[in-house]
């Protein structure tokens, strides 16, 4: 095993965090992490048993039904959660180093990024100090006070590639409402959520409110059909999500499902090549690929199309392939040699099906190690076509021509997926009507924010619900009417 490149406090590496403490696992099963560049194992974690799970779902369920935290009033809670969000700001330099050693991340794009999770946890406790839990309406009889309950304990589940942002939009929001939460990581990133109980511990929050174990498959499985779970807030594959909406469904569980995407980023025929490109290119292929929201068909106009190409293809074979600890890095590897040899795949198939290769195409080269692969674009992809339908996470996008608005609107809603998507051009209020006909939660004009006030979610089988802002809050909250007979 080579070393590590973060070091890291023993309890990370022989406990979980349950109703307060730093619990050693009874469970000998360990999970081995395997660097993306060397491709060798690094380090080896644990990872819970169905009895582990258990006794952190009985640890939330003991905290929220006894316990003080779903009793305190909003400004106790928010007092506890600035405390938390300090102590979190304090380890993000940790958090990204951990991005990029655990799954790869290029250096630079982990520091960059890493911010917005910290800007989750400070807008979550700012929310809790404005926000209306009841109102008072009338009725003939009297009034209603209509009640804004936390929905009891609820499970977060995160994936891999963005491990502390994601439960960044869960973690704050949860406890935000009232709610005692289990984090379950995944066994490609288990270090971040035990540096957030970390946080938590130093916070002082009460014992049971917040707890972590690491859980592979079946174990997760466990914990989404548990009765003592009452919400499941999940992000993660399509696959695993449509799974945990079944078995919620059996005893109507309540869940947010963050899920896959193949979004769309539309160049309507005004718009400025060189400025709308400067904003997409990042944002086609972000960490190679492997984030939800990657714009991974560019739909340009027919007339345009060659000119698009040859400026997006002279765009990325600038993008900088390398070690992602180097700060020059615009690309590292992708995860794991799966991945690896997905993306591979449906290179293939693209190739297979009849798409032009523009630019990359297999392993990038000058790496005889590493699970890198080459920023790939193809052209004349058809919308039947998989590299066209498919979620591929990595590095790999389409440039498609369109005839019209009408089709541009078409071919983008021409998905299973339905999360994100993005409009180029010199008319804003033109680009924000055409958004308007995108069938998708999530869209930009002439360019990206990444904001925690604003909703996040998808549509379609991107998934159900919404993380960010009052509606992130609100899907941890359950709503109560109690009629009075008094005006
Ligand atoms: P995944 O579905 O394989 O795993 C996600 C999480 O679910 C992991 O923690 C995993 O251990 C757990 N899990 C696996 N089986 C489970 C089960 N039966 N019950 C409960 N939990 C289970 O996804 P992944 O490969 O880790 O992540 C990549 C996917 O996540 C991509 O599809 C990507 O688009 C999606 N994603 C979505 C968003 C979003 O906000 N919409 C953000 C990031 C990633």
């Avoid at 009874?26 to 395997?34: C, E, I, P, Q, Y």
């Avoid at 193949?262 to 492997?290: H, N, R, V």
């Avoid at 799966?338 to 099906?353: C, N, P, S, T, W």
């Avoid at 021409?414 to 006909?437: K, N, P, Y």
């Amino acid at each position: 095993m080579s070393a590590f490149t973060v070091d890291l406090p023993d309890e990370f590496l022989n406990c979980f965090y349950i109703d307060g403490h730093w619990v050693p696992a009874a469970s000998a099963r360990r999970v081995s992490l395997v660097s993306p560049v060397s491709e060798e194992e690094v380090l080896s974690l644990l990872l819970a048993s169905g009895a582990e799970v258990e006794h952190a779902v009985a640890a939330a369920r003991a905290a929220f039904d006894t316990g003080p935290w779903p009793r305190m009033t909003a400004p106790e809670r928010a007092a506890y959660l600035r405390r938390f969000a300090d102590e979190v700001r304090g380890r993000l330099t940790l958090l990204a180093r951990l991005w990029t050693a655990q799954v790869g991340a290029p250096v630079r794009f982990a520091q960059g990024l890493i911010h917005a999770g910290e800007d989750r946890f400070d807008h979550f406790t700012e929310l809790l100090g404005g926000y209306a839990f009841g109102e008072r309406r009338p009725t003939r009889r009297g009034h209603a006070r209509v009640v804004r309950e936390p929905v009891g304990v609820a499970a977060l589940i995160a994936p891999w590639n963005a491990t502390f942002n994601i439960f960044a939009h869960k973690v704050p929001a949860a406890p935000a409402a009232g709610c005692t939460v289990i984090l379950k990581s995944p066994v490609e990133s288990p270090l971040d959520a035990l540096v957030i109980a970390e946080a938590a511990a130093a916070a002082g929050l009460p014992p049971g409110v917040l707890n972590v174990v690491t859980a592979g498959a079946r174990e997760s499985a466990e914990l989404v059909a548990s009765a003592g779970v009452d919400k499941i807030s999940f992000t993660g594959s399509v696959p695993t999500g449509l799974r945990i909406a079944e078995a919620a469904a059996r005893r109507m569980a309540r869940t947010t499902l963050e899920l896959g995407g193949k979004s769309a980023a539309i160049l309507l025929d005004d718009a400025d090549l060189s400025t709308a490109l400067c904003a997409l290119t990042p944002f086609t292929m972000p960490f190679s690929g492997q984030i939800c929201f990657a714009q991974t068909r560019i739909l340009a106009p027919l007339h345009r199309t060659a000119e698009v190409e040859e400026a997006y293809v002279s765009a990325v074979r600038r993008l900088w392939v390398g070690d992602p600890w180097d700060t020059a890095t615009d690309m590292g590897p992708v995860l794991d040699a799966r991945q690896y040899d997905r993306v591979l795949g449906y290179i293939e198939a693209g190739r297979a099906e009849g798409a032009r290769l523009l630019i990359g195409g297999g392993r990038s080269p000058g790496f005889d190690r590493g699970y890198y692969i080459e920023p790939t674009v193809f052209t004349q992809a058809a919308p039947e076509m998989t590299i066209a339908r498919e979620e591929i996470f990595g590095p790999v996008v389409t440039v498609q021509g369109y005839r019209d608005v009408d089709e541009a609107v078409r071919l983008a809603n021409d998905t299973d997926f339905g999360l994100s998507g993005s409009v180029f051009g010199a008319d804003v209020e033109r680009a924000f009507e055409v958004a308007l006909r995108v069938k998708a939660g999530h869209l930009a004009v002439n360019g990206f924010e990444i904001s925690a006030g604003v909703p996040f979610g998808g549509r379609k089988l991107s998934g159900q619900g919404r993380e960010g802002g009052p509606e992130g809050l609100e899907s941890f909250l359950e709503t109560k009417a109690v009629f009075m007979p008094t005006p």
